[in-house]
């Protein structure tokens, strides 16, 4: 199993690594501890991001298309969700450093772009439009040959997925009221993945071969085989966020409740003995 030690990636992981770590050193020192959870969660994401970049999936990713989907599945699905949950509230406040932080305050149309796209309808069409846009066999072709298009490929598939994942996993906590429609907001975002995962399965010729053999591909894989394998891995990924993104927010849902009622019968009972009893 080949290696890659890339130099630029190296350094973007422990930038941002020695940034959250400095965030949390900030809060300790405030007196707020950051719950083992959300740190583990933080950690889990960049090393699945570090595992996409730097791992099997990248040395393979111009030679295989299953290592290519895989290094994409690693960085945008996986990786997307941990991150963002690792950076809640409060330690999305001190990730920047200040200076950054004003300067973009004072960027207001960049916030208001943000905050519109962040948007849970206006974020799954990102996610979407860029996900089939990059699959068209020119873009596709074009990053697996490009030193500077591949990173922008990465950086836009992270990019929307993070936006997906904002408004599911409220980093900044401040719910958003219910929770069965982010059931639906899920559903629109794996979807149209699980329509291109189809697509390599049943295609019966091979895609991509601008970059990638049509024959016989490394470590023994046919093109069929290696297509059908991208394929196969992008279902499985979908259909595992789906059913673990269902069972969660069925659960939150029966938490919110169960602690409505609760809070229901509490104010009855409140008032049920705050009442004057009749003689």
Known sequence: MEWSFEPGVIAWLLAVEALYVRAVRILRGRGAEVPRRQVACWHAGLALQALALLGPTGAYDDELLSAHMAEHLLLADLAAPLLVAGLRTPVLQFF????????????????????????????????????????IAPLFEAATRSAFVHPLQHASFVGTGVLVWWALLEPQRRRLSG????????????????AIGMAFVVART??????????????????????????????????????????????????????????????????????????
């Open 96 to 135: 920047l450093p200040r200076p950054v932080l004003v300067a973009f305050a004072r960027r207001t149309r960049l916030r208001a772009v943000l905050g519109r796209a962040r948007r849970p309808v206006v974020a799954i069409v990102l996610y979407v439009a860029v996900l089939y846009g990059w699959h």
């Open 179 to 194: 929770e069965l429609w982010k059931i639906l907001h899920i559903l629109g975002a794996r979807l149209p993945g699980m």
């Open 206 to 279: 091979p895609l991509y071969t601008g970059v990638y053999d049509a024959r016989e591909r490394p470590l023994g894989f046919s093109a069929l085989a290696d297509q059908q394998s991208a394929g196969a891995m992008m279902l499985s990924v979908d259909i595992l966020i789906m059913v673990g993104a269902l069972a969660f927010f069925f659960w939150r849902a029966a938490q919110d409740d169960m602690r409505r009622t609760a809070a229901e019968e509490a104010e009855r009972e409140l008032r049920a003995s705050a009442a004057p009893t009749g003689r």
